[in-house]
């Protein structure tokens, strides 16, 4: 990102065993409440089996930084609309159609030991809100890339899909790619 004084505001959301460190950066427009993105963002680590209590950071911001990311982290020119930053390995979440063999066991807990009170931090979710609204007034938004329909939409579906990937669920594989598409689906229906 450009640097803190581009940051708009940090707000800690507590929803239930897990808190969202949600982050505005100056130049994202804000197209739903803090809390509604805090909710979609809890339904999807719930539904991954997270471990909890946790904390999630959420990143609203623009296509100029999600490009800065993507170039950086993945290697790739040009903005994307979402990136997630894991910081637990996969395996600590519960099993899933298309996961590796090699991590179809048992979730397991973290190997460290926090002090009491304190949660882990699972990652970090970095949304280009420019992109979102880009994508729907195109109607090329949701899954398949030629969904019409609201910016708001959009970003809660970019939302669950990082936050699945926080969570190990990934799309290379097509059995996980279906799961994973159906799981984003079932969460956004409320």
Known sequence: MTGADTVTGVRRIYAGPWRVDFTVVRHAPRLLPASVLARVATRALSAAGAPSPASLGLILSDDADLATLNREHMGRDGPTDVLSFPLLPPELYPAHPGKSAQSQHEPRTPRFVLPPSSRVHL?????????????????????????????????????????????????????????????EMALLRF
């Open 123 to 183: 990652g970090d979710v970095v949304l280009s809100v420019e992109r979102a609204v880009a994508q729907a007034r195109a109607g090329h938004g949701g899954q398949t890339g030629n969904v019409a329909w609201s910016p708001g939409d959009e970003l809660r579906l970019l939302v669950t899909h990082g936050v699945l990937h926080v969570c190990g669920w990934d799309h290379a594989d097509p059995l996980e790619e279906r799961a994973m598409r159906a799981l």
